[in-house]
């Protein structure tokens, strides 16, 4: 069911969606030396991304109210699709000259994995910009590829199979869907088992979780995107504090189904994530589109076996389970010690403790590690004491020097105010 809205703004829904979406830090145990670098897997995961251009013209289209908008997205029921998808994500990282993906993946992956575990592999559209050519039939059959130079990553959900394959390094992934989870099923939602959404539906579905009181949401508007009347849902933060400046939604006029999703940020300049369809057509794909066969010679990894066989794998655990019961989405994150979610809407933030001393130094860090991730910081200090500040254009993250770490789609003085409020 859709939040309610009046005409102009909406009021209701649940505002531990976007708890929730802070919370995902990815499938690892957490690290003093690796904060850094959830700060992107955390930008990634909590509002995803954002449209590609729309087409010139704004159509005719009958008035429409921000409910009943919401409405028509909620009630988008379509099974079949075929499309290509254009993904441009800037962060406002710094060039670390492609390290920064490499360490992003590393992270995710926990060492002995699969180049074509798309928990490792997409995550690269948490930057730059990509092409990525999707195709749905039905909740048990969905394909997206990942166009490169010479080069193409696909992850196929064939029933109860998912496969991912890297062309570039011959790579064959395979796990089996989990039939108890919605997770990449449902109405045109995508690819089973992708670390982050990838469509402009599954992007409206992850920011509409944050549509509270503390939201505005209005009708901005008609468009039209890859050659379709839509209308222009807005979304905007009411708090302060927020680096979330607005976020708008192309809603296919017909359908209903999500066309373009544009993050822009509270700081201004261009948009932080621009996701939306460049074609979309809604005929049936052919049933060959899914079919999957591990080329020869390829090296298949099973995806039980690498979690198993992967550095630091030990499951979630009882006490976790524990600490983290009654917290929505935070399901599968490992290693996280006392995690709690501090205020609300779209300033809440996540902290947790990492169970160390803060930033590492010298050989602690492996050398001058500690030096060069605390190059990219801000140091700052407060009732809490003193810590590090690591900023995107999105998501900020304070780790204090006692090692606790605050994350959330916040700025910097909202998160040394929730350190100091914690104290």
Known sequence: MAPKASDDTTTGGESTGAEADDLRLGRRKAARYIVPVTVIGVAAATIGLV?????????????????????????????????????????????????????????????????????????????????????????????LSLLENAAEYSVIHNGKDVWGYDSASNEVYHSTADESSDKGAGKGSGTAETPVPATPKELTEEALKAVDETTSVTV????????????????????????????????????????????????????????????????????????????????????DEAGKSAPGHSGKSDD????????????????????NVLGEGWTSVAVFDTGGEGMPSGAEAGGDLGGFLGSFGDKVTGKFGSGTVFSTRLINALMTDDGKVYVGAVTKDALVKAANAAK
């Open 51 to 143: 449209p590609a251009l729309a087409d010139s013209g704004d159509p005719d289209l009958p008035k429409i109210t921000a409910q009943q908008l919401l409405d028509k997205i909620a009630a988008s029921d379509v099974q079949q699709l075929s499309g290509t998808v254009k993904i441009s994500t800037d962060l406002g990282l710094p060039d670390l000259g492609g390290l920064e993906s490499g360490l992003l993946s590393g992270a995710t992956q926990g060492g002995d994995g699969s180049s074509a575990d798309p928990s490792t592999k997409l995550t690269e559209l948490a930057a730059g910009t990509h092409t990525l050519r999707v195709a749905t039939d039905g909740p048990d059959r969905q394909k």
């Open 220 to 303: 901005d508007g008609t468009v039209q995107v890859a050659g379709r009347d839509a209308y222009k849902l807005l979304v905007k933060p009411k708090q302060s504090g927020s680096t979330v400046g607005a976020i708008s939604v192309a809603v296919d006029a017909k359908t209903g189904l999500p066309l373009k999703f544009t993050l822009t940020p509270a700081s201004g300049g261009a948009a932080v994530v621009d996701a939306g369809f460049t074609q979309v057509g809604f005929a049936k794909p052919a049933a060959s589109t899914f079919d999957f066969t591990a080329p020869k010679g390829a090296k298949v990894t099973e995806g």
């Open 320 to 339: 976790l389970a524990k600490d983290l019961e009654g917290v929505e989405g935070a399901e599968g994150i490992e290693g996280l010690d006392g995690l």
